[in-house]
């Protein structure tokens, strides 16, 4: 059974995703308006009384912007995010339950103090969320080998970030470690930790300015192709940042 799984928003307006665990619902994000959040529920047949648990990456607004709607006993995040009660402080590394879910949190490096992607295995199905990280370290490889699905960022192209009218030092922290992986260290990382076992990729986060979804496929299928990676069995998308990425289906 496919893991059900949409992305509702993924860019520097706004990110949210959420999981559907036997009709409840685990987002990760509220980067969106709550009006968003709940016209996009409503369009997939949810609402938001459906949401049980709320995992947060990191606080900055594109992450956490309706995040104060929210019944802080729903929310689960690191140290630095101020809604979260004590006994929802995650850590690195630890495993949680969580809606059923067995839930990691994995350190990702970013300039926002603490910053986590997340490792989500539910129904024997593994499930990796990473974005917002300068570069993936060796000690997280591990947590994210041959996972089924990976929502997995992919920011920008090195050149056409250099060549847009942003001040230099924006353009030095997005290249910067604790900025924002670039398409072509995305598409590395990927094809070194793609398995048979992959079926889905979503590559998130990626710039409206500095990137396009043409120039991030076309750089994951090239990488993946020159490190001999078969894809003809996995579903590859790019999130939106408006609509709804869906790539759920019914398998026959």
């Known amino acids: 059974m496919k893991m059900k799984y949409y992305v509702l928003a993924s860019g520097s307006k706004g990110n949210c995703a959420i999981i559907d665990?036997?009709?409840k619902l685990?987002?990760?994000?509220?980067?969106?308006?709550?009006?968003?959040?709940?016209?996009?529920?409503?369009?997939?047949g949810y609402?938001?009384?459906?949401?049980?648990?709320?995992?947060?990456?990191?606080?900055?607004?594109?992450?956490?912007?309706?995040?104060?709607?929210?019944?802080n006993k729903k929310i689960y995040g690191g140290s630095i995010i101020y809604n979260v009660r004590k006994e929802n402080k995650l850590e690195a590394f630890k495993e949680y339950n969580i809606l059923d879910c067995k839930i990691v949190p994995l350190p990702l490096s970013h300039d926002s103090g603490t910053c986590f992607g997340y490792r989500i295995e539910y129904s024997e199905?593994?499930?990796v969320y990473i974005t917002d990280t300068g570069y993936i370290s060796s000690k997280i490889v591990?947590?994210?080998?041959?996972?089924?699905?990976?929502?997995?960022?992919?920011?920008?192209?090195?050149?056409?970030?250099?060549?847009t009218k942003r001040p230099m030092y924006l353009k030095q922290r997005i290249v910067s470690d604790v900025g924002h992986?670039?398409?072509?260290?995305?598409?590395f990382v990927l094809s070194k930790i793609i398995t048979n076992e992959t079926k889905d990729?979503?590559?998130?986060?990626?710039?409206?300015?500095a990137n396009s979804k043409e120039v991030a496929l076309e750089t994951f299928y090239k990488v993946c192709k020159k490190n001999n990676v078969d894809l003809s069995n996995i579903n590859v998308k790019v999130a939106d940042q408006y609509e709804i990425t869906d790539l759920n289906f019914v398998e026959v």
Not at 26 to 44: A, F, M, P, Q, Y
Not at 143 to 157: K, V
């Open 142 to 163: 591990s947590y994210i080998f041959g996972a089924n699905y990976y929502i997995f960022e992919s920011n920008h192209n090195v050149r056409m970030l250099m060549n």
């Open 125 to 127: 199905e593994v499930l």
């Open 201 to 209: 990729v979503i590559l998130a986060h990626v710039s409206q300015e």
């Open 47 to 71: 609402s938001c009384d459906d949401i049980e648990a709320i995992l947060i990456t990191h606080d900055h607004n594109d992450h956490i912007k309706s995040i104060n709607h929210f019944e």
């Open 181 to 187: 992986m670039s398409n072509e260290d995305a598409s």
């Open 21 to 23: 665990i036997n009709g």
């Open 26 to 44: 685990l987002v990760i994000d509220v980067g969106i308006t709550v009006s968003e959040l709940e016209s996009k529920l409503d369009d997939l």
